[in-house]
C-alpha cells in the first residue's frame, strides 16, 4: 500500500502563488505515475497535472499550462506543484494520487489507486 499526504493549501489572492506538497510513504518503489486533481464544490473532480515518477515526463490540463508546474523528489518521495498567476476559479479541494500500474500519464481518475485526504486552495478575487 502506499500512503499520500497533502500539504500546502490556503487562502491566497489573485495572482499570487501557493506550492502544495504530497508526501508519500510505504511501497512507493512501486510508484510509476503520480497526479494532481482537484474538486471545486457541485463540480467533477479534474485532472491538473500528472508526471511520470521515473523519467519526470509531464502532462497539464489546458487551464494551467504556463501557471502551474508539477514536480517530485524521488528521494524524499514528495510530489509538488506550483501553482503561479492563481485565478478565483483555480479555488477547489486539491488531491494527490498515485498510480502503480505501468503505462502512459492519464487525466483519468478511475486509473489512480491511492489518493491523499486533500487540501483546500482558495482564491479571493
Known amino acids: 500500500q502506499v500512503q499520500l499526504v497533502e500539504s500546502g493549501g490556503g487562502l491566497v489572492q489573485a495572482g499570487g502563488s501557493l506550492r502544495l506538497s504530497c508526501a508519500a510513504s510505504g511501497r512507493t518503489f512501486r510508484i510509476y505515475t503520480m497526479g494532481w486533481f482537484r474538486q471545486a464544490p457541485g463540480k467533477e473532480r479534474e485532472s491538473v497535472a500528472a508526471i511520470n515518477w521515473s523519467d519526470g515526463a509531464t502532462y497539464y490540463v489546458g487551464s494551467v499550462k504556463g501557471r502551474f508546474t508539477i514536480s517530485r523528489d524521488n528521494a524524499n518521495n514528495t510530489l509538488y506543484l506550483q501553482m503561479n498567476s492563481l485565478k478565483p476559479e483555480d479555488t477547489a479541494v486539491y488531491y494527490c494520487?498515485?498510480?502503480?500500474?505501468?503505462?502512459?500519464?492519464?487525466?483519468?481518475?478511475?486509473?489512480?489507486?491511492?489518493w491523499g485526504q486533500g487540501t483546500q486552495v482558495t482564491v479571493s478575487s
Open positions: 494520487a498515485a498510480d502503480l500500474k505501468p503505462g502512459t500519464l492519464t487525466s483519468n481518475p478511475t486509473v489512480y489507486d491511492y
